[in-house]
């Protein structure tokens, strides 16, 4: 059977979902500008030109203020053979780097035999996408390691994001840090670095980016918005700086949709204290709670990352059932409150563990005895253990 054209493949990954593509926005690697954020890029551009590179980077920060722009801008600068001094020697401030040329291209299109991208990615079969990155996208770095590179031409991995990597994906990920090859440069994007293992961290050169200001903000959603920030109401300006946080995908994220306006409209509310219109209320509540509905994962999916539905309650060697499923309890089986002698104790059997006899028999924990003669009646309904009779009056 013939494989399939390389081209014909990318095209197809091209048509799939991306798990970082803001919808009618461009992506991280097709975004031109990199603003707010000089001093991270003059650190790695300075460290390529010296010949300092350190093998693995760690891009920080908070969510959506550019850390894979930055990667991706580091991703042409090396593969189109960047890191030569300035015009005296001096090394280059920026990852500039000519965006129509055809390593670009490659990269916009994910196609450069030099860069690997380990991310989310969409599942064909189940339709979305998993819940974490799976070892089987970590292990495509094997044969794209294994490749010997030709003399001075880098190689660049990025992963987006690593705080995602499931366990073992990252003890993969980590066998790959620990003998890099030559002129291989990671760069592990993470918003929560807290979450990845000591080892990785320990291996990588951690790099800070830092939220927007409220101007480098307005200059960054000015592009991708197609509108100067200047059109934008003052009042509307602040609320947008005040919510997105220096983040300018969240920014573009409210601009986009309706939360700059669902904003405006609960802060209307409050600045009518001590009034309340209640039907103005009652009428936000409700388009929040329907949106809420519209844009809520299946439970499947909630319930601990399950992958398919729990199995029905099967019988136990017992009698009774047990629940099989992402939780030990079915949800309908909840403990019927029992009094104790005066004290309320959740100690009633659940239904269905046996019958009253086979449960005597062997001597059930929840089993309430009758009052035997000349007992306290606050000590008189005693809880036995199992397998011992209860104590005579």
């Not at 844009?295 to 399950?306: C, I, M, N, Q, T």
Request: proline content about 10%; overall charge positive.
């Amino acid at each position: 059977m013939s494989r399939r054209p390389r081209g014909a493949e990318i095209a197809a990954e091209e048509a799939l979902p991306e798990i970082d593509r803001l919808e009618g926005f461009p992506h991280p690697r097709e975004t031109r500008q990199l603003v707010g954020q000089q001093a991270a890029e003059q650190a790695l551009a300075q460290a390529s030109a010296t010949g300092r590179m350190h093998h693995a980077w760690l891009l920080t920060g908070p969510e959506g203020i550019g850390k894979a722009t930055l990667a991706y801008r580091f991703a042409r600068f090396a593969l189109q053979g960047g890191g030569g001094g300035g015009l005296f020697g001096e090394p280059p401030a920026t990852l500039d780097a000519p965006i129509d040329s055809p390593a670009a291209a490659l990269v916009r299109g994910l196609a450069h035999p030099g860069l690997m991208v380990v991310r989310r990615a969409y599942d064909l079969k189940r339709k979305r996408f998993p819940a974490s990155i799976p070892i089987d996208e970590v292990r495509r770095l094997k044969p794209f390691l294994s490749l010997t590179a030709e003399a001075g031409e880098a190689r660049v991995v990025i992963v987006d994001r690593a705080d995602e990597l499931n366990v073992n994906a990252a003890n993969a990920l980590l066998k790959s840090l620990e003998e890099p090859p030559p002129a291989t440069t990671f760069l592990l994007i993470s918003s929560e670095p807290g979450r990845l293992l000591v080892t990785i961290r320990s291996r990588c050169r951690r790099l800070e980016l830092h939220p927007l200001c409220d101007a480098d903000l307005g200059r960054a959603i000015a592009a991708p918005w197609r509108r100067p920030a200047s059109q934008c109401p003052s009042r509307r300006g602040t609320l947008l700086a005040g919510i997105a946080r220096g983040s300018p995908r969240r920014a573009l994220a409210l601009v986009s949709g309706s939360g700059l306006k669902l904003y405006e409209r609960l802060l209307a509310i409050f600045e009518a204290l001590p009034a309340l219109d209640q039907g103005a209320i009652l009428k936000l509540a409700d388009e929040v709670c329907a949106r809420r509905r519209r844009d809520r994962p299946p439970p499947a999916l909630l319930a601990g990352g399950a992958d398919r539905p729990a199995r029905p309650a099967q019988p136990d060697r017992h009698g009774g059932d047990r629940w099989r499923g992402p939780s030990r309890r079915p949800p309908d089986r909840v403990p019927e409150p029992c009094h104790l002698g005066g004290l309320v104790g959740n100690s009633r059997p659940r239904e269905g563990r046996g019958s009253g006899a086979q449960s005597r028999s062997q001597g059930a924990r929840h089993e309430d005895l009758p009052l035997p003669s000349g007992r306290d009646p606050l000590t008189a309904r005693i809880r036995p253990v199992r397998g011992r009779p209860a104590p005579a009056a």
